[in-house]
Structures are given as C-alpha cells and as structure tokens.
C-alpha cells in the first residue's frame, strides 16, 4: 500500500556531500512521519534523522549540523541531504514511514535501502 524506493547512494571521499531520496507512492497519507535510518556492517540499525507534522525534525547527535533531512509533497519525495561526511557515515540507508504522527516510530513502512561508502 505504501512503496518507498531510495536512491543516491555511492561512493565518496571523507568531507564530501551527498543527496538520498525516497520516493513514495501508494498510499501517502498514511506517511505522516518519515525517518532515514542507517545500518552498519555488525551494527544494529539506527533512526538518523526524521520528520513528522505534529512532532518536528529529529537528528541524532553525531549527524546534527551535517545532515539535512526534507520533504517535497508534491513530488512525494523525501531526501537526506548529508554534507561533511565522515568514515563512520558508511551503512545502508533505508527510508521509511509511519501511519501515526510520533517520529520515532513504529514505522511501518521500509524502502530497500541503498549503499553510502564514505572512504578517507
């Protein structure tokens, strides 16, 4: 009923900047809250930063002032902009959604992610 679909995603030298997006299609009122979450190898996964009408915008500490996290309605997109990236960015970032309001879950819904490498 809800698809989300991440893209941007590559290889990058330490300092670089990057853009993820996330399409949504299908049901997109049922997205109110969206969050990016990243997973790194032998780590478990982790809320990066995300967005709803009635909470605000969340970033977790080690990403404040680097990364960026907005939403476009009418293209139904929702993207991650993170500048200064660091090695210890590199994880597979997965964009997702939540039917009620409250940012910091349950999500409900999960895109298929897409591979950030942040080399030195």
């Known amino acids: 009923q809800v698809q989300l679909v991440e893209s941007g995603g590559g290889l990058v030298q330490a300092g670089g900047s990057l853009r993820l997006s996330c399409a949504v299609s299908?049901?997109?009122?049922?997205?109110?809250?969206m969050g990016w979450f990243r997973q790194a190898p032998g780590k478990e996964s982790e809320l990066v930063a995300a967005?709803?009408?009635?909470?605000?915008?969340y970033y977790r500490d080690s990403v404040k002032g680097r990364f960026t996290i907005s939403r476009d309605n009418a293209k139904n997109t929702v993207y991650l902009q993170m500048n200064s990236l660091k090695p210890e960015d590199t994880a597979v970032y997965y964009c997702?959604?939540?039917?009620?309001?409250?940012?910091?879950?349950?999500?409900?819904?999960w895109g298929q992610g897409t591979q950030v490498a942040v080399s030195s």
């Open positions: 299908g049901r997109t009122f049922d997205t109110t809250a």
């Open positions: 997702a959604a939540a039917k009620n309001s409250y940012y910091l879950g349950p999500y409900d819904y």
């Open positions: 967005h709803s009408w009635s909470s605000g915008t």
